[in-house]
């Protein structure tokens, strides 16, 4: 049987000549179908990355946005892509060479939508299992190791392209840091019927450089980011309340609440509680009349008809 195609896309923002290491890694690998998308949305693009647009001769298809958005990025990517498989993985990341096979092996199930793995520190310090399918969410174990999960992240995940489509492709409404919108795509393909499985086999290491990148479109204060972390958390919540059902989505709002607005950050003074209410309550509002605003954009581009058959 012909192995399913791949499509590697590497959205990327102002990480510089680390780019064209992550791309390097990415045209290396040893599965024999598939292709690597870049889509920048940098101001200029590195020398090591011209070098290597101009070399040709590898599956490379490079391209640029005028706006840095995440999702977006990623839509432009999933377009883009010409592999029934969609790996996405983030522009400052250590991969081997047999990454992508360690994914798309998982698709030969047709009922599978998305695959995960370890995402290991720059330290390469593994993390403990139990914990990580807990926080994963798992529903179920089995015997060669791998398991059925609630959500995956996206600096390590792969999906069935038809499975991001039918799920409504990534909502661009995640702005900024584009907090949660990994989750929100992730338990939206679950949504649309797919399964969603963690494989420790997989393993990919995530640099998170202090410079370029998702965490670095805020800016470089604490309560800020926090106050945009806390708006999209919401946004998440509220736009995939009947997704998440009544318990889920009343245990994600305390768990929200708690995160952001009654921590031990922001109890040691009282001023700075009544604060944090006010923000909370006002980021409600805002997250609410997100998920009012007009989504024909994002409905059109889910579209399958925009997309090769």
């Known amino acids: 049987m012909e192995p399913l195609s791949v499509s590697v896309v590497i959205p990327t923002y102002q990480r510089g000549e680390l780019l064209s290491e992550t791309i390097e890694m990415a045209l290396s ?8 998308i ?11 990355v011209k070098r290597l647009i101009q070399a040709g001769g590898r599956p ?3 391209i640029q946005l005028s706006s840095p958005n995440l999702p977006a990025a990623r839509n432009v990517g999933v377009r883009a892509a010409k592999g029934e498989i969609i790996v996405f993985i983030d522009d400052d990341v250590v991969i081997r060479p047999d990454y992508v096979s360690s994914h798309a092996k998982h698709f030969s199930d047709p009922a599978v939508g998305g695959v995960t793995g370890f995402t290991l520190s720059a330290n390469g310090a593994r993390p403990d299992l139990e914990s990580t ?21 996206g600096c390590n995940a792969s999906y069935r392209s038809r499975s991001i489509i039918e799920a409504g492709m990534c909502d661009e409404r995640f702005t900024g840091t584009a907090w949660c919108e990994d989750v929100d795509l992730a338990v939206r ?23 370029g990148g998702c965490g670095n479109r805020t800016t470089v204060n604490t309560d800020r980011q926090q106050d945009e972390r806390s708006r999209l958390f919401l946004f998440f919540v509220i736009k995939n309340r009947k997704v998440l059902g009544s318990w889920k989505l009343c245990r994600s709002l305390w768990h929200g609440y708690r995160q952001y607005a009654c921590n031990r ?15 909370f309550l006002r980021n409600l509002r805002l997250a609410a009349a997100m998920c009012g605003e007009d989504a024909a954009a994002l409905k059109s581009a889910s579209r399958s008809s925009d997309f090769p058959q």
Do not use: C
């Open 29 to 36: 690998q040893d599965y024999p179908n598939f292709e690597v």
């Open 60 to 62: 490379l298809n490079y």
């Open 265 to 279: 950050r922001v109890i040691t003074k009282w001023s700075r509680f009544l604060q944090e209410q006010r923000r």
């Open 189 to 211: 393909v679950e949504h649309a019927g797919y399964k969603l499985l963690f494989d420790p086999q997989i393993n990919l290491t995530h640099l998170e450089l202090p410079t």
């Open 133 to 153: 399918l807990k926080h994963y969410g798992v529903k179920q174990r089995f015997a060669d190791g791998t398991a059925l999960v609630s959500w995956i992240v």
């Open 38 to 48: 870049v889509v920048d949305q940098s101001l200029y693009v590195p020398d090591a």
